[in-house]
């Protein structure tokens, strides 16, 4: 039995579905082909948490922002193969 492949048409389709999912999620496209995607979400500096941590004391504040600088982005790469499968690395 032959696997018949999708038309290009039909793996955006599918692509796009699945960057829809990740960009309710706080991500953005950085780039995208018919086939691909590559998605990015931007840490993000609580200034609540920053304000608590000063009030409770200053080493835990200065924790915090050594930890938020230490932190990346998340970062996605999604692929559509020939029949429809997403991969996400």
Excluded: C, H, N
Excluded at 4 to 23: A, F, M, N, P, T
Excluded at 48 to 59: D, F, N, S
Aim: charged share 25%; net charge positive; no cysteine.
């Amino acid at each position: 039995m032959s696997v018949q492949e999708l038309s290009i048409e039909r793996r955006r389709d599918i692509l796009q579905k699945e960057i829809g999912r990740y960009i309710r999620k706080g991500f953005r496209v950085v780039s995208q082909t018919d086939t691909s995607a590559q998605l990015v979400k931007p840490k993000r500096f609580s200034l609540l948490w920053a304000i608590i941590w000063l009030i409770l004391a200053v080493l835990p504040f200065i924790l915090y922002l050594l930890w938020y600088w230490s932190r990346k982005d998340q970062v996605v790469y999604l692929t559509v193969d020939t029949q429809g499968r997403i991969s996400k690395s």
